[in-house]
């Protein structure tokens, strides 16, 4: 497991607990997905993931990595990347390949190094040629693809995506879900921060989160479609699953376990 948490707790100061006895495991590779609604606590779980927070209860293992020993601070930082909401929020330089190689520097990778490591992570995001553009001058699906080969240049273990798609129009999101999931093909481990179920569903498992609590974990097929998990953690239910309900409620289709994906739901209208 690259990821294991155990009875992890958390309030800020003067504040009601914002985590309330969190356990769970991440293995190597696969892509897990943390949803819930405004406030659940999934920024505050995705801090202590990257070591931004002090843990105060319970326990934390990231990437083999004791997070409550300030020692491993930085190798968690290293090991474990982040890449957040607003992508004019992440820029340091006001030149793309500026921008990765203040991260190496930060980490004193050997200055000989960086232009090599600089070029293969613009490529691994689809941006080489990119080199000399000002982030700020980019789309948003490029700003985060930018923000993603920053974090991919410090060769980190796994990946924290906090709602990295939240501001970005359909065509800017499909491009850092499609990076997400050839992420996963390259053995790195993808946490999805998201309001979308539809993001969700691609995960290989989900966590729900509701008021610091959690709520289900499990496979996308078995929480995604369960309407009082959606309904306490305010997510809209994808198309085949709300379809699935309509179509139910009018008696036009008998009962079975609701689908998440087209394919799921047309076979739900043929039997
Ligand atoms: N720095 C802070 N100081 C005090 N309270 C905070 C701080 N950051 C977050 N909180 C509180 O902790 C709770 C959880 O916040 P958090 O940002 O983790 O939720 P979230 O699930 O990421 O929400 P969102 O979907 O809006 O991003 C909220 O009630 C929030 O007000
Ligand atoms: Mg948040």
Known sequence: MIIEASDLSFS????EPVLKGISFCVREGEIFA????????KSTLARHLNALLPMQSGTLKVAGMDASDPENTYPIRRACGMVFQNPNNEFVSSVAQEDIAFGLQNFNFPESEIPKIVSQSLASVGLSGFEKRDPHSLSGGQKQRLAIAAVLALSPKIIVLDEATAMLDPEGRKQVIDLALSLKSRGITVVMITHFVEEAALADKVMVLSLGRLLALGSPKEVLVQKEILKEARLLPVLPTLSYWSLLDEGLIPPSSPPLTKEGLWEAMCR
């Open 34 to 41: 943390i949803v819930g609604g405004n406030g659940s606590g």
């Open 12 to 15: 800020y100061p003067s504040s």
